[in-house]
């Protein structure tokens, strides 16, 4: 390890003292050559340089620059290379960043294995019966087989949908839009949080996406989309760890049905345009 690199490692010891760095004298070494070699004058750093370095990369230090700047001369082998103090501070502040946006990853999983011990997956299979039976009457309507339901968190089915986007003229008109849409009339608000949306086949990017900003506690589907899928398979939206809210996602639940339920269909579907290509 050199000898900047030592230092943006120790720069995330906010308050420490030189008598602190003492304790490990190469820490401390590293800290006053560093000091030196930002200076103009290596051999003999005055006051002000001090307080440059003070207010700059060296903010997390908690010493007076006339003690800094006394101390470093007591260096018996300085570095020879100058360094940059505006390159310096730039490598301290990149390394908190990285710093800080570890911590809250670690924060967020944290809070996601309390809130993963709190889920009652009892009823998962129920629901996600529903969603299919909802799957069926789009099957029906000639529509690719896919449906979802939305539950409050008493247990209470509050909205209903299945793709409708061939009957209804309408792209955005899949299962989960429609079910987040008569969930919302039926709460009265289009932030659903603590309600759980079941559908049989896993969102796509718009659907991912309404359903993060819907603010919904949990995302339970049944089979992968290879081709679409914006939760475990072609992009992975709900585990950016940048978004304000994150959704608990379950994957797999009756995922045979819904297999079943979409190979039928489109087997159906080649079926229809065979005979009307004889």
């Not at 820490?27 to 005055?46: E, G």
């Not at 502040?93 to 570890?102: G, K, L």
């Not at 003229?169 to 949306?197: M, Q």
Request: contains cysteine.
């Amino acid at each position: 390890m050199d000898v900047i690199e030592r230092f943006v490692n120790l720069s995330i010891r906010t308050g420490s003292s030189l008598d602190d760095l003492a304790k490990q004298p190469e820490n401390l070494n590293c800290v006053l050559s560093v000091f030196r070699a930002c200076c103009d004058c290596s051999t003999k750093p005055t006051k002000a340089e001090a307080e440059a370095f003070l207010s700059a990369a060296g903010s997390w230090l908690s010493v007076t620059a006339d003690k800094l700047a006394q101390d470093s001369l007591k260096l018996t082998a300085p570095l020879q290379a100058k360094i940059s103090l505006v390159n310096l501070t730039r490598r301290v502040d990149e390394r908190r960043r990285e710093i800080r946006e570890e911590r809250r990853r670690r924060a967020l999983e944290m809070e996601e294995v309390k809130r993963a011990s709190r889920v009652d997956t009892s009823r998962d299979v129920e629901f996600m019966s529903e969603a299919l039976a909802e799957a069926h009457k789009a099957m029906l309507e000639g529509e690719v087989p896919v449906g979802a339901v939305v539950v409050d968190p008493q247990g209470k089915i509050v909205g209903r949908g299945h793709n409708r986007v061939i009957s209804d003229k309408d792209p955005s008109a899949h299962a989960e839009i429609l079910a987040l849409r008569d969930a919302a009339r039926t709460t009265e608000n289009y932030r659903l949080e603590d309600c759980s949306l079941y559908v049989t086949l896993e969102p796509c990017p718009m659907c991912s996406g309404a359903i993060i900003g819907a603010r919904l506690s949990r995302l339970v589907y049944g089979a992968k989309d290879d081709k679409a899928g914006a939760v475990d398979s072609v992009v992975k939206l709900f585990k950016i760890d940048q978004l304000n809210h994150h959704t608990r996602v379950t994957g797999g639940v009756l995922q045979d049905q819904s297999l079943q339920l979409l190979r039928d269909f489109f087997a159906r579907l080649r079926q229809i345009r065979g005979r009307k290509s004889e």
